[in-house]
């Protein structure tokens, strides 16, 4: 796991309450988004995204960081995505 990997954007910092992952920050809850153009507060890092699932990473309880996958198709993410995304940050977390 690392850092943001893509094309190139303005948007690798995000404030906490800004955008889809700032949101997750302050939520400490999961954001499934189907179509990032209904949403008001989605900063965007490539117009070719769609849709985008944001998870959290608990160590100790807290909020240390997200998994954030964008997706070029509207609605791509089903309920078994976002299930497999918590055990994936639930691993995460065990190694850091």
């Known amino acids: 796991m690392g ?6 954007t303005d948007h690798t910092v995000i404030p906490f309450g800004k955008g889809i992952c700032g949101q997750v920050a ?8 189907p179509d990032v153009a209904a949403q008001d507060n989605y900063i965007a890092c490539s117009i070719t995204v769609k849709a985008e699932i ?26 078994l995505d976002e299930r497999f995304l918590e055990f994936v940050c639930a691993q995460v977390a065990t190694i850091l």
Request: a negative charge.
């Open 26 to 33: 302050v939520s400490n809850e999961n954001f499934v988004v």
């Open 54 to 79: 944001v998870v959290p990473i608990f160590v100790n309880g807290e909020n240390i960081g997200q998994i954030d996958i964008d997706s070029n198709t509207p609605d791509p993410f089903t309920e």
């Open 3 to 8: 850092p943001y990997v893509g094309a190139p």
